[in-house]
Nanobody
């Protein structure tokens, strides 16, 4: 698996957490990358995306102002900083990659493993 997500855990509502996705094969340095999440019984949904350069970001309305996506300087790691977490943010978070940022939002070509985020009320 080339995209490896980590950093999930249990946090109280209102708290913060940062999840990371590492491109272990250095394959996606020039790809747009992003995060999706899937809650139990629900479809997987787009959360945030970032261009290969890191200069353009895209967020789902439900997380705007609370979540921040960023890339490391080597472009091989993508972070999702989550603040003001709510119980409805509970889900498995997956990272994804696509040659295009629009593709990341709609139908990414590559998926990584997920990491569980649980927000208690």
């Amino acid at each position: 698996v080339q995209l490896q997500a980590s950093g999930g855990g249990l946090v109280q509502a209102g708290g913060s957490l940062r999840v990371s996705c590492v491109d272990s094969g250095r394959t996606f340095s020039f790809y747009a990358m992003g995060w999706f999440r899937q809650a139990p019984g629900k479809e997987r949904e787009f959360v945030a995306g970032i261009s290969w350069s890191g200069s353009v970001t895209d967020y789902a309305d439900s997380v705007k102002g609370r979540f921040t996506i960023s890339r490391g300087s080597a472009k091989t790691t993508v972070y999702l900083r989550m603040n003001s977490l709510k119980p409805e943010d509970t889900a498995v978070y997956y990272c994804a990659a696509d040659p295009d940022l629009n593709g990341v939002r709609s139908q990414p070509a590559y998926w990584g493993q997920g990491t569980q985020v649980t927000v208690s009320s």
